[in-house]
């Protein structure tokens, strides 16, 4: 109940940001906000993997997903806004009602995806697995849980699009001549959720598990011996 209260706070406020910037700035945004999280998403791991031994032992430690993720995001979000700034710095005139409700329709479609990205850097902290009342997913989840927080939205979005429009890597070992297979896909197999409760969050009290290859597969990893 905590992350859908939170993303309903986070709707409301790009909504009323989005009413006073206008429909042009608020789609904008949206693109914007799409865009540096395929950034974001395509290049974390290397810079979370060189964090995490810098942050080990220490009150760090387990955050250099979040850290490399929001950084990555921020810093793409901030460079776009300033180009949007330069290129079109004026408000671009529209009738009224379209400009501001327009603005404000958008900005909730913004927020919706916004609070979907942070409950998903949220999902990769050492944490209880269920977490300001997260859902991890199960055959007695609601259904609304899919939609709502809207962290599998947001995981299906990066997915799609470092398949298909942002696709830029070949994968070295394709495993058939589908598009999301001949390139690499972040999130391929769709275990990004499943993979941080199982082997980052603590379930009843134990420590998080160790991986024991149980994912190769979905992670297109070659068996052990």
């Not at 909730?108 to 269920?130: C, D, K, R, S, W």
């Not at 197999?189 to 199982?198: I, S």
Request: glycine share 8%.
């Amino acid at each position: 109940m905590t992350l859908l209260v939170l993303t309903l706070i986070v709707m409301l406020a790009c909504a009323y940001a989005q009413y006073r910037n206008g429909l042009f700035s608020s789609v904008a945004m949206l693109m914007m906000v799409l865009l540096s999280g395929v950034v974001a998403f395509g290049f974390w791991e290397p810079i979370a993997n060189f964090l995490d031994p810098v942050f080990q032992n220490n009150t760090l430690a387990g955050s250099e997903d979040l850290i490399s993720l929001t950084v990555l995001f921020s810093l793409t979000l901030f460079l776009l806004r300033l180009a949007t700034n330069y290129l079109a710095p004026d408000l671009i005139e529209e009738q009224g009602t379209i400009q501001h409700f327009g603005g404000a329709g958008v900005g909730l479609i913004t927020g919706y995806l916004v609070a979907g990205f942070l409950i998903v850097t949220i999902e990769t902290l050492p944490l209880e697995e269920n977490f300001l009342g997260f859902q991890p997913r199960s055959t007695t989840e609601t259904a609304y849980r899919p939609l709502m927080p809207p962290d599998r939205v947001w995981l299906s979005l990066m997915r799609h699009g470092s398949a298909f429009p942002f696709n830029w890597k070949a994968d070295p070992q394709p495993t058939s001549d589908a598009l999301v297979d001949r390139y690499i896909t972040f999130d391929r197999e769709a275990t990004f959720e499943l993979r941080y409760q199982r082997y980052r969050r603590g379930m009843d009290g134990r420590p998080p598990a160790n991986y024991l290859g149980e994912f190769d597969k979905e992670l297109g990893r070659q068996a052990g011996p």
